[in-house]
Structures are given as structure tokens and as C-alpha cells.
């Protein structure tokens, strides 16, 4: 079975969430995560956390370059993520709606090779 990447994105300018909001976005993703596992579909879930803690290896050319930065410049970023097995991209396309709305937050899919 194809199995897909679902990404959360957030955005830095964007108004940070009421303490309300946020909380509810947590149980309404507990929730979707929980319908997942019972239907099959969950392989695996979390968060990840902000660009200002990534640190960048290269190692090319046996440089060793170590930075304590993210490799994608700019106003969006990745805040978490799913795998998830579906059959086919439409049914992925439906979850990942229902996701969007869960996290109060876009969501990207990508499907694995």
C-alpha cells in the first residue's frame, strides 16, 4: 500500500494561536490520529520543533560542515507531520483535509517512492 507524507506547515508571521485555540487543535488532532489507528492508516506522527533549533550537516566532499541553521530559508516551515498508508492519492487528499482542520494548520502531502 502507497504510503504518504502529510507535513504540517506553519508560518511565522502569522498570529500565534489563543492558548483556547491551540488546545483545542491538540485534542482535535488526538482525535484524528486516534480514527487513524482504527482504521489502518496510521504507520507514524509528531511534532518537530521550530527552524531555530535545526542544525545543517554537509559532509560533501568530506567537509564537515556543521551550522546551526535550517537548510530552507523563509516564512514557512515544517512543524510536524504524519505517515500514513492509503491506497491511492484521493483518499490521501480526503484524510489530509480532515488533518488541516484537526491542526488548524495547511497541510502538504507527498507520496513515498
Known sequence: MPQYLFSVHHDKNEKKMSPEREQQAYSDTGAFNEKLKNQGHFVYANGIFAP???ILVDN???EKKITKE???K???YVGGFWIVDFEN????ITWALE???ACQQS??????H
Open 89 to 92: 492519492e484521493d483518499d490521501a
Open 74 to 76: 523563509g516564512d514557512s
Open 52 to 54: 531555530e533549533e535545526a
Open 70 to 72: 535550517c537548510f530552507i
Open 107 to 112: 497541510v502538504e502531502i507527498r507520496r513515498f
Open 60 to 62: 560533501r566532499n568530506n
Open 99 to 101: 488533518a488541516s482542520k
